[in-house]
């Protein structure tokens, strides 16, 4: 089975501008979360979709946006960017009962964006 | 607010045994996760535990104490190809994972 990928591996951006990352989920998960790792530091959590649809939010401002589709790849959109956006952006998928016992997070192995 | 305590660096010998502790406050506990990152890398799950007590899987084992808010990470036999960030994070709830920082574990020969 394949795991999760994500793309770009590493990008460099400028202060205000947009930014979108991709990550194909784990065969047989549909339900994908994103998170945002700074350095020395755990990941902190962004959103989540299942089903096409964002089912739980972190503390990120509304410039964060993120979209599923059909066959459960996902997309987080970052806009007018900031220097403190810098970071690594995990991408995880995750079976379809993630409300329960042992659900599992499988990780990409992130994009790593860099704001200047 | 939720906090995740966890020490910010280790350092042990190859072949010895360490214990990484974690501490946590949390609305909720709905199962609590470590997972190993090394650098580079994205973070791989090694263990989760939702009621009190030891679950041991092979070198690695995760304890619980529910009432005191507390685990740790025991890992025996420790080879070089531990050294990396471990990740202790708990599942509140509103079954969101609020995570540490990480302790990052230095393996000497």
């Known amino acids: 089975e394949t795991g999760v990928t994500q793309s770009p591996t590493h990008l460099i951006k400028t202060r205000g501008q947009q930014v979108t990352l991709r990550c194909s989920s784990q065969s047989g998960h549909n339900t994908v979360s994103w998170y945002q790792q700074a350095l020395g530091q755990g990941p902190q959590f962004i959103f989540q979709?299942?089903?096409?649809?964002?089912?739980g939010r972190g503390n990120f401002p509304p410039r964060f946006s993120g979209l599923q589709f059909p066959n459960y790849s996902s997309e987080l959109n970052v806009n007018a960017l900031e220097l403190d956006d810098s970071a690594l952006y995990l991408c995880?998928?995750?079976?379809?009962?993630?409300?329960?016992?042992?659900?599992?997070?499988?990780f990409g192995a992130g994009s790593r964006l860099t704001v200047l | 607010g939720q906090n995740i305590d966890q020490p910010t660096e280790m350092t042990a010998t190859e072949g010895a045994i360490v214990q990484i502790n974690c501490t946590y406050q949390t609305s909720g506990f709905n199962g609590l996760f470590w997972y190993q990152q090394h650098a580079g890398e994205a973070p791989t799950f090694l263990s989760y535990?939702?009621l009190d007590g030891l679950e041991e899987k092979g070198r690695f084992s995760s304890f619980l104490s529910r009432s005191k808010g507390y685990s740790y990470l025991l890992l025996k036999e420790l080879q070089m190809k531990d050294s990396a960030s471990y990740l202790c994070a708990v599942r509140d709830s509103n079954y969101q994972l609020i995570w540490g920082a990480g302790t990052k574990l230095i393996i000497k020969p």
């Open positions: 535990n939702v």
């Open positions: 995880a998928s995750s079976p379809a009962d993630s409300h329960s016992g042992a659900n599992v997070l499988t």
């Open positions: 979709y299942y089903r096409e649809e964002e089912n």
